[in-house]
């Protein structure tokens, strides 16, 4: 379903991710919106703002708000943000997402913030404890090979490009 959002005043990028180095979720976010986060990391990655997120203590507040203010937010407008960044950590636990990524956020001229558009990734070993979204699963998107893997009971199975020998 696509449906036109009037009056956007400015996009941002947001995503909650698995920091490897710690072990713990970690959302990285910028004021640049739609343009390739891979690429803004690398030519401009003083753009890219972090917050990392205690995985014992959730989002902190305090924290989440300052976090928002860093992305251009003031006030009430800072606390809504950082509403939606705990929102979205309580999202990613209860389902067990290895990723939530907002793109874009937009901010509207009245001041309104609303995730336009996002992408979940689940982790595969809660299967068990997430049976909803599992069955939600569109096989048609998945890589074939993964599916007969899958179906066959060996776990993963990953593509490589090249020859061997």
């Known amino acids: ?19 490897r180095k710690s072990a713990s979720p970690i959302f990285i976010a910028s004021q640049e919106g739609g343009m390739g986060i891979e ?20 989002v902190d507040e305090a924290a989440a708000i300052k976090f928002a203010e860093e992305l251009g937010f003031q006030d009430a407008r800072a606390e809504s943000v950082a509403g939606v960044l705990k929102n979205l950590y309580n999202l990613a636990k209860s389902k ?7 793109n ?46 899958e179906k066959a009971g060996l776990g993963a199975y990953i593509s490589l490009d090249g020859n061997v020998g």
């Open 39 to 58: 690429e803004l990391a690398h030519s401009q990655p003083d753009k890219i703002k972090k917050l990392q997120v205690n995985v014992h203590n959730g």
């Open 104 to 149: 874009p956020m937009v901010e509207l001229e009245d001041g309104t913030v609303l995730c336009i558009d996002a992408k979940l990734s689940f982790d595969d070993n809660a299967q068990f404890r997430q049976d909803d979204v599992w069955q939600e699963k569109d096989e048609a998107s998945e890589d074939a090979k993964e599916l007969a893997a």
């Open 1 to 19: 379903v696509t449906e036109a959002i009037p009056n956007i005043k400015r996009e941002l990028y947001v995503a909650l991710v698995l920091d």
């Open 96 to 102: 067990d997402c290895t990723m939530v990524e907002i």
